[in-house]
């Protein structure tokens, strides 16, 4: 079965098929943004940078378990990250800032102390630590005359990120089905072809003519290879040739939430298609009742008929992609005994 914006038709319904991809065209315009979303992209492969742990506390040392006060603490790495965070109390009111950055292959992160107008016991400073050696070093910032120390103290090391594409577990994520909820399709990475709105599964498929009709799955199957990923809730196929399919907001059909985590393996067979895409807006009485079934059914409510005027001129200036979809087993043929 092949399912497109909730409307389910046999995939040789060549006029039905039509209706739902111009549904799909539908939706979009009415009020969906044709904007493509930021891209991310994958790496396969383990990656390593510096980064510095920071915690910034208060202590009187003549009794420090008594004493002790945290003010704040994170991460930051080298590449261009910064963090900033205050510490208030009835003596002390600043502010510091502090990022790390990647110079000439060395680890230099710069501290920035801040004292605001009620604060006149602190001095303003800001000054740059070479990391590099991977030592650990502590601050004392101020003191109070009743022997209180402030000090930062920032410990570096080696952030180790394993992006390598790992089996998602079939039993913990209900992988028995696929939901596809308002997800935005990108091809290419510049093209907006339209949103999907469909659940079901394991097996989906996504199918542009001109493009290619690209199924995929969470775990092997026959004639696939390992050509995508899933990571947050986004997924990114990159085929043999260069060209490319991304989807975002793929949920778990079951829970309908996002899969934590990531990045997770995607099995996709690629198939490039002939032809030429073309969209073809129907006559305008046809077109305002399909926009008004769709929004019926999606529970939205009907634009007026000024609006419909207004979304229909703009429809026949947009050129959508059609999009066909669907979701469906793998065949017992098609699977593979792992």
């Not at 038709?9 to 209706?19: C, E, G, S, V």
């Not at 009020?31 to 383990?46: A, F, Q, R």
């Not at 680890?107 to 602190?122: G, H, Q």
């Not at 926009?291 to 001129?313: F, H, N, Q, S, W």
Request: proline fraction near 5%; include cysteine.
């Amino acid at each position: 079965m092949l399912i497109l914006g909730r409307i389910i038709m046999k995939a040789t319904d060549k006029h039905n098929i039509r209706n739902a991809t111009l549904m799909l065209s539908v939706l979009a315009t009415v009020g969906l943004p044709t904007n493509c979303l930021g891209l991310w992209s994958t790496e396969d492969k383990i990656d390593k940078h510096y980064a510095v742990d920071i915690h910034l506390f208060s202590v009187d040392l003549t009794r420090p378990m008594d004493s002790y006060r945290s003010h704040g603490g994170a991460n930051v790495g080298s590449g261009g990250s910064t963090f900033g965070f205050g510490c208030s109390d009835n003596v002390r009111h600043f502010r510091i800032k502090i990022s790390g950055t990647n110079v000439k292959g060395r680890f230099v992160v710069n501290v920035s102390l801040a004292p605001d107008k009620r604060d006149s016991a602190t001095k303003k400073d800001s000054f740059d630590v070479d990391f590099t050696d991977l030592q650990a070093r502590s601050f004392e910032l101020a003191k109070n005359e009743d022997g209180r120390v402030y000090m930062l103290n920032l410990t570096p090391g080696i952030a180790v990120v394993d992006n390598r594409p790992k089996r998602a577990d079939s039993t913990a994520f209900k992988l028995s089905r696929w939901a596809f909820r308002n997800s935005v399709v990108v091809l290419n990475d510049s093209v907006y072809a339209g949103r999907l709105g469909l659940t079901g599964g394991p097996l989906a498929f996504v199918s542009y003519p001109g493009f290619a009709k690209v199924e995929f799955a969470l775990e092997p199957f026959r004639g696939a290879k390992r050509m995508g990923t899933l990571k947050e809730g986004k997924i990114q196929i990159r085929s043999e040739d260069g060209q490319s399919l991304d989807i975002y907001g793929v949920k778990n059909g079951v829970h309908q939430i996002e899969l934590p985590g990531g990045p997770y393996e995607v099995w996709v067979r690629w198939e490039d298609l002939p032809g030429e895409a073309k969209f073809e807006v129907p006559p305008k009485e046809e077109w305002a009742r399909m926009v008004k079934a769709g929004c019926a059914e999606r529970g939205i409510p009907t634009p007026t008929d000024e609006e419909l005027d207004k979304l229909y001129d703009r429809a026949k200036h947009q050129k959508q992609m059609p999009l066909s979809c669907g979701v469906d087993s793998i065949k017992r043929s098609d699977r593979i005994d792992n």
